[in-house]
Every structure is written in structure tokens, then in C-alpha cells.
């Protein structure tokens, strides 16, 4: 999402792709959605914990549907892979102009 919204800072890292619903782990669908533990996988599929947040506030960048600011913000904050640089750069770029901190 922040790559689509012209906010992307870190790269190199798979994007998450939210899904309302994942297969139960065990399920006949579940092998098929994991990577193979020698590859580096090209996106990493999360439920998000509160879906009517997330997908209530999606908007289409180029067809594609990804998360406002707010939320691309609250995800980048808890991303281990540089999220906190990440979410530190939105704030203070979008976020700060606007609650005006």
C-alpha cells in the first residue's frame, strides 16, 4: 500500500495482501499458501484482526485496492523488517500536517 500511495520508504520486503478470511491451518487449502522453506516468499497473506477497519477504508490505486494512510501508518508500526522507519516517515510527512503535531 505505501508504494501505491507514493509513501513507500523501506524495500525489499514482501507486502502483506489482506484477506477477509484464511484457510483454517491444517486444511487441504493450506499447503498450497505457504512458500517452500528455501524461497523467500512474494507476499505474505494476513486476516486482518478488525476487517471492517481495514477494508471499509481501502481505496483504488490503479485497480488496485490498498489500505488509506491511517492504516498503511498502524500496519508500517508494527512491521519487523524497518516498520518503525517506515511508520516514523508517514507520520511525519502525511500525518503530522494533518492532526497538527
Known amino acids: 500500500a505505501a508504494d501505491e500511495l507514493n509513501i513507500g520508504h523501506v524495500s525489499g520486503v514482501p507486502p502483506y495482501v489482506y484477506v477477509r478470511k484464511l484457510p483454517q491451518v491444517g486444511s487441504p487449502d493450506w499447503p498450497e499458501l505457504m512458500a517452500s522453506p528455501s ?3 512474494d507476499l505474505i ?5 478488525f476487517p471492517q477497519s481495514t477494508f471499509r477504508g481501502a ?3 490503479n485497480g488496485l485496492m490498498v489500505t488509506d494512510v491511517i492504516q498503511t501508518w498502524l500496519d508500517a508500526m508494527h512491521h519487523p523488517a524497518r516498520g518503525a522507519e517506515q511508520a516514523a516517515l ?7 500536517p ?3 503535531s
Open 45 to 49: 497473506l494476513r486476516q486482518p484482526p
Open 98 to 100: 494533518i492532526v497538527g
Open 90 to 96: 508517514i507520520y511525519e510527512k502525511f500525518l503530522s
Open 39 to 41: 524461497e523467500r516468499p
Open 59 to 61: 481505496i483504488d490505486r
